[in-house]
Nanobody
Framework: VQLVESGGGSVQAGGSLTLSCVAA????????MGWYRQAPGKEREVISG???????TYADSVRGRFTISRDNAKKTLYLQMNSLETEDTGVYYC?????????WGQGTQVTVS
């Protein structure tokens, strides 16, 4: 499954960004999806996930500020990020779990100053 992220950029603290992740294959609707973040000098961490039934989970660090959603018809995963903090800076990766296989996007940079 090919995943392509977009929507990253530079924003001031307190601002908002929306990330998108488009899947190339039609099996998107049967995949669990998630967003990961890798901050400078740190390991990649999961920040949010969404199951095929739409059930969403969030890391404590982003709960209440970020919202994950999916549009199966458009094969697209979203991450709405509000009240951004400097600690949110990093490369954001889209991930898919489809059956027993996992896939990553190439990542999109988010810089909060």
């Amino acid at each position: 499954v090919q995943l392509v992220e977009s929507g990253g950029g530079s924003v001031q603290a307190g601002g908002s960004l929306t990330l998108s992740c488009v899947a190339a294959e039609n099996i998107f609707s049967s995949c669990g999806m998630g967003w990961y973040r890798q901050a400078p000098g740190k390991e990649r961490e999961v920040i949010s996930g969404i199951a095929t039934d739409g059930t969403a989970t969030y890391a404590d660090s982003v709960r209440g500020r970020f919202t994950i959603s999916r549009d199966n018809a458009k094969k697209t995963l979203y991450l709405q990020m509000n009240s951004l903090e400097t600690e949110d800076t990093g490369v954001y990766y889209c991930a898919a779990v489809c059956g027993s296989s996992g896939y990553w996007g190439q990542g999109t940079q988010v810089t909060v100053s």
